[in-house]
C-alpha cells in the first residue's frame, strides 16, 4: 500500500467534479454521437432563435421570395418583388414555407429555425461519415462531430438563415452512400439513394450538387483503379432517377409559368457558364487562405503535425501500395475536399459559402489527426488552442469599446468575462486526455458563442436590418405617399419583407429624379450611403429615419432637380 510522508495510508486523491463531468459525458456521448451533436447545435441555435432581425442581404432577399411563395402561390417558380428569381431553387423555400405554415407566422424566427434544422442535418450527416469510413471506431465519430461544431465559421453560419447547411448535408449523405455503393460490386438501393440525395442538393442549391458528389465518386474510382465501375446497371438507374426528379421538377416549371421562366433560368446558369468557359479563374491561393482562417481553431493542427512523416508518405511507392490498401475510405473523404476546391477554384463566382460542401469530410479527416496525434503532440495542440482563447479575451474587452459601430457593445463585454474561466480552463487542461479536453471545448464554444448571438448581434439591429427605414416610412406610405426603392447594385427585394408589399425599384440618382418629377409625395427607401453622397441634398428631400443605420427612408414632397 501506498504510504504518506508520516507513514500512514495515503489519501487517495479525489478526482475534480468537473473532470467526472467530462468523463460522464464522453462516455454518453460515445453511445449516443448523433444525439449529443445535434445537443450542442441545438444549444447554440434555439436560445437565438428570437434574437435579431433579418440583416444581409441574402436573408431579406430570401424572405421576400418567402412572402412570394405563402402570398401569390408560387411554389415552383420562384418571384422576388413581382419578378423571375432564378437564382436559386424551390428546394430551401419548400421547408420556409413549411415552417412558416405550421407556426402560423413569417417571422424572422422561421429563418432561423430553418438554418438550425440545416446545422442539425450537417452535424449528424457528419457523424454518419465517419461512422461509414470508420464503422467500429465510435471515437471518431464524435469527435468529427465535435470538431464540426467547434468550428468557428460553421458556429456562425448556424446562425445566417441560408441555404448552405442543408445544401452540405444534401452532397454529404450523397457522398456517403457513393462509397458504400461503389465499395461493392453492386448496390441498387444505395446507388439509387446516392443519386437521390444528389437531386436534392440541387433543388436546394443548384447543379454543383450533382457535380461534387459525382466527380468525388469518378476520381476515386481512377484512384483505386476501377473507372469502369460507373458502368454499370445500379448507376444507370441512379441515374434515371436523378434525371426523373429534375424533369418533374423542370415539367413543373413549365406547366406554372411556361418557357419563360426555364429561359430566365438557362440564361442566368448560362451566363455564369459561358463567362467560366472562356476565361481562365484561379482562385486557390484566395480558398486556401481563407480555409485556413475559417478552419480555426483546428487550422492550428499545422503547427503540430509531424510532417516529415507526412510527406514521405506521398512517395511514389507508397502512394502506389495506399491505392489498394482497405476499404479507401479515406482517400475518398480527402478526394471529396481536393475535388470541389479545385472546382471552385476555377469558377468566376467565388463564395466562401460553398466550403460547407465538404465540411462534414473534412471534419472527419481532421477527427482522424487529432486522435492519431502523439500525446506530446496533441498536448502542443491543445496548448496553442487554450493560448488562442486566452487571447480572445482582451481582444473582445477591447473590440467592445472600440469599434466600428462607435458605441459600447455590451455582449463583448459578455462574452470575454464568459470566455475568461472557460479559456483558463482549458489550459489547465491542456495535458489531460482527449475524453476530459473535448468535452470542455465544446461546451467553451457553446457558451461563449450565446452572448454574441443574444446581446451583440441584436444591438446592431438598427445599423443592419431594413426594418427601422421601413417602420419610418409606414405612416408615410399608409397616408397614401408612392414608395420607390434606389436599388442597392444589384439586389433586388431587400426592402421588400419589412415593408410588407412590392416597391418599384430604380438604379441611380438620374433615373430616380426623372421617375419622380411627376410625383407629388414620396417615399424612396435607400441604403445610407446613396444619402450621405447627395451634397447638398436637392430641394425638397428630407431624412425622416433613422439617423446612423445602413438603410434610411427619405421622404420627397414636391421634389425638383
Not at 502512394?319 to 469558377?347: K, W
Not at 482549458?426 to 486526455?433: E, F, K, Q
Amino acid at each position: 500500500m501506498e504510504r504518506s510522508a508520516t507513514g500512514g495510508p495515503a489519501q487517495i486523491r479525489a478526482e475534480p467534479l468537473a473532470s467526472r463531468w467530462a468523463g460522464r459525458a464522453w462516455g454518453w456521448a460515445l453511445a449516443h454521437p448523433y444525439l449529443a451533436i445535434s445537443a450542442l447545435v441545438l444549444l447554440q441555435t434555439v436560445p437565438a432563435l428570437w434574437a435579431r432581425e433579418l440583416w444581409w442581404l441574402d436573408e431579406l432577399r430570401h424572405a421576400a421570395v418567402l412572402s412570394e411563395l405563402l402570398d401569390h402561390g408560387h411554389w415552383l417558380a420562384l418571384f422576388l418583388n413581382g419578378e423571375f428569381y432564378p437564382d436559386k431553387p424551390a428546394g430551401y423555400f419548400w421547408l420556409l414555407a413549411a415552417l412558416s405554415l405550421g407556426a402560423g407566422t413569417q417571422a424572422p424566427w422561421i429563418h432561423f429555425l430553418a438554418v438550425a434544422i440545416g446545422a442539425v442535418m450537417m452535424a449528424n450527416a457528419t457523424v454518419w461519415l465517419a461512422r461509414i469510413v470508420a464503422p467500429d471506431d465510435r471515437r471518431l465519430a464524435l469527435v468529427a462531430g465535435i470538431v464540426l461544431v467547434t468550428g468557428l465559421f460553421f458556429v456562425e453560419r448556424m446562425h445566417y438563415p441560408r441555404m448552405d447547411p442543408h445544401f452540405g448535408a444534401f452532397i454529404a449523405w450523397s457522398l456517403g452512400a457513393f462509397f458504400i455503393a461503389l465499395s461493392c460490386p453492386l448496390a441498387i438501393g444505395w446507388t439509387v439513394a446516392a443519386f437521390v440525395f444528389a437531386a436534392c442538393a440541387v433543388l436546394v442549391k443548384g447543379p454543383v450538387g450533382f457535380v461534387f458528389p459525382l466527380l468525388t465518386a469518378l476520381a476515386w474510382l481512377v484512384w483505386r483503379g476501377r473507372p469502369s465501375r460507373l458502368f454499370r446497371v445500379d448507376v444507370a438507374c441512379g441515374l434515371a432517377v436523378f434525371a426523373a426528379i429534375l424533369g418533374l421538377y423542370g415539367f413543373g416549371l413549365y406547366r406554372a409559368q411556361g418557357a419563360a421562366y426555364l429561359q430566365a433560368l438557362a440564361g442566368d446558369v448560362g451566363t455564369r457558364t459561358m463567362a467560366d468557359a472562356f476565361r481562365l479563374y484561379f482562385h486557390l491561393p484566395h480558398y486556401v487562405f481563407m480555409l485556413a482562417y475559417r478552419w480555426l481553431p483546428w487550422t492550428l493542427l499545422l503547427l503540430v503535425l509531424p510532417w516529415t512523416g507526412l510527406l514521405s508518405a506521398l512517395r511514389p511507392a507508397r502512394l502506389g501500395a495506399a491505392r489498394t490498401a482497405g476499404d479507401g475510405g479515406y482517400a475518398f473523404l480527402v478526394l471529396s475536399v481536393v475535388a470541389p476546391l479545385l472546382v471552385l477554384t476555377f469558377l468566376r463566382y467565388v463564395s466562401m459559402n460553398f466550403l460547407l460542401c465538404f465540411y462534414p469530410a473534412l471534419a472527419v479527416l481532421t477527427g482522424r489527426v487529432v486522435l492519431d496525434l502523439g500525446p506530446r503532440r496533441a498536448a502542443w495542440f491543445r496548448s496553442t488552442v487554450a493560448g488562442l482563447f486566452v487571447l480572445g479575451v482582451p481582444v473582445m474587452i477591447v473590440i467592445a469599446w472600440r469599434n466600428y459601430y462607435d458605441f459600447f457593445i455590451v455582449g463583448n463585454l459578455v462574452a470575454a468575462l464568459v470566455l475568461a474561466p472557460f479559456a483558463f480552463g482549458l489550459w489547465r487542461w491542456r495535458m489531460a486526455d482527449w475524453d476530459r479536453w473535448l468535452p470542455m471545448l465544446a461546451l467553451t464554444v457553446a457558451t461563449v458563442s450565446l452572448p454574441h448571438f443574444l446581446l451583440t448581434l441584436p444591438a446592431l439591429d438598427i445599423r443592419k436590418s431594413t426594418r427601422p427605414a421601413c417602420e419610418a416610412a409606414r405612416p408615410y406610405l399608409e397616408a397614401g405617399w408612392s414608395p420607390l426603392v434606389l436599388r442597392p447594385g444589384r439586389w433586388s427585394g431587400v426592402f421588400q419583407y419589412y415593408c410588407g408589399r412590392r416597391i418599384p425599384e430604380i438604379v441611380g440618382w438620374d433615373a430616380l429624379l426623372d421617375e419622380i418629377a411627376g410625383r407629388d409625395k414620396v417615399v424612396v427607401l435607400m441604403q445610407e450611403g446613396a444619402w450621405a453622397q447627395l451634397e447638398p441634398n436637392p430641394g425638397g428631400f428630407r431624412l425622416i429615419g433613422p439617423p446612423g443605420a445602413r438603410f434610411v427612408a427619405v421622404a420627397c414632397e414636391g421634389c425638383r432637380r
